[in-house]
């Protein structure tokens, strides 16, 4: 009974451990005239004025240590965007290595962030949006931790392209890059006081290093959604999309014979209505 007794405790005990060792932020509410300016420098004051969040934990070389270079994200959120700062800090900036600058490009060969929304904390599925010194998209959908689906990377569906803006550049902190992502583009519940999942990870080449806000087992990948942090204080107003979509179409026929030559033309041009609306 003893040895039951204590099994059970020792697991309640490791049960606690992990769900306290998962990061907890809250985001700050800003109204309309306090934007950040997203020039790819995070020294705006709506951003000195913003808690930030470090403790970056390494996956490789030496999983579980701590990070051997400061990284701090921020977030902020109105009606309309949700932004993100994230200052790089390096002691040797001139070593930073940058070896793309298309969107979508593979982000592993070079320095580089990756940021995770599971935008309705199901532990399963998320949006994900990265860049490197140069300020490229990258973007992309994780379905099922990135276990099943369709896409070019099995559970990850890098052909998803959204609408988003982002600035980074080289300064001499070490790199720093700023993120305005629509909340339009997104899915998610409306309502207030939601909470999302959210993860970050930042590549540092030259150390071949790889460290995360919300630390990964070995084995993984920023994919496993549902060991990602909490990003608490989410105020989301309701979806309602409206697009639209002009269309025309036409053809021509030529009946053509000895007796008569005959062309007949017809033609459409029309609307296409689609209104998202989320779920309350």
Same mark, same amino acid.
């Given at each position: 009974m003893f040895v039951l007794a204590a099994t059970f405790g020792a697991q309640q005990l490791a049960?606690?451990? &992990?769900?306290?060792?998962?990061?907890?932020? *809250? =985001? !700050?509410?800003?109204? +309309?005239? +306090?934007?950040?300016?997203?020039?790819? %420098?995070?020294?705006?004051?709506?951003?000195?004025?913003?808690?930030?969040?470090?403790?970056?934990?390494?996956?490789?070389?030496?999983?579980?240590?701590?990070?051997?270079?400061?990284? +701090?994200? %921020? $977030?902020?959120?109105?009606?309309?965007?949700?932004?993100?700062? /994230?200052?790089?800090?390096?002691?040797?900036?001139?070593?930073?290595? =940058? &070896?793309?600058?298309?969107?979508?490009?593979?982000?592993d060969d070079t320095d580089s962030i990756q940021i995770l929304l599971d935008t309705f904390n199901d532990g399963q599925n998320a949006?994900?949006?990265?860049?490197?010194?140069?300020?490229?998209?990258?973007?992309?959908?994780?379905?099922?931790?990135?276990?099943a689906g369709q896409g070019n990377r099995g559970g990850f569906n890098l052909d998803w392209d959204a609408d988003w803006i982002v600035r980074s550049g080289m300064t001499e902190r070490g790199w720093e890059a700023e993120f305005a992502i629509p909340l339009k583009t997104l899915r998610y519940s409306p309502g207030q006081e939601r909470t999302w999942g959210i993860n970050l990870m930042r590549n540092i080449r030259r150390k071949n290093e790889q460290v995360f806000l919300a630390p990964v087992p070995r084995g993984y990948n920023l994919y496993r959604v549902s060991v990602a942090g909490?990003? !608490?204080?989410?105020?989301?107003?309701? %979806?309602?999309?409206?697009?639209?979509?002009?269309?025309?179409?036409? &053809? /021509? *026929? +030529?009946?053509?014979?000895?007796?008569?030559?005959?062309?007949?033309?017809?033609?459409? =041009?029309? $609307?296409? /209505?689609?209104?998202?609306?989320?779920?309350i």
């Open positions: 049960a606690a451990q &992990s769900i306290s060792a998962v990061p907890q932020i *809250t =985001v !700050h509410q800003r109204g +309309e005239g +306090e934007r950040p300016l997203i020039d790819g %420098r995070v020294d705006d004051t709506s951003w000195s004025n913003t808690e930030s969040f470090s403790g970056f934990i390494q996956q490789e070389p030496n999983d579980g240590e701590p990070a051997t270079e400061r990284t +701090e994200i %921020r $977030l902020l959120v109105d009606r309309q965007n949700l932004y993100i700062g /994230v200052i790089c800090f390096d002691d040797e900036p001139e070593n930073i290595l =940058v &070896s793309q600058s298309r969107r979508d490009a593979d982000l949006f994900v949006f990265g860049t490197n010194p140069f300020g490229i998209e990258y973007d992309g959908q994780v379905m099922a931790e990135g276990q909490k990003l !608490h204080g989410l105020s989301l107003p309701a %979806r309602r999309d409206l697009k639209f979509l002009p269309y025309a179409s036409g &053809s /021509v *026929t +030529e009946d053509a014979t000895l007796r008569t030559d005959t062309v007949d033309r017809t033609g459409d =041009v029309g $609307l296409d /209505v689609k209104w998202v609306c989320a779920p």
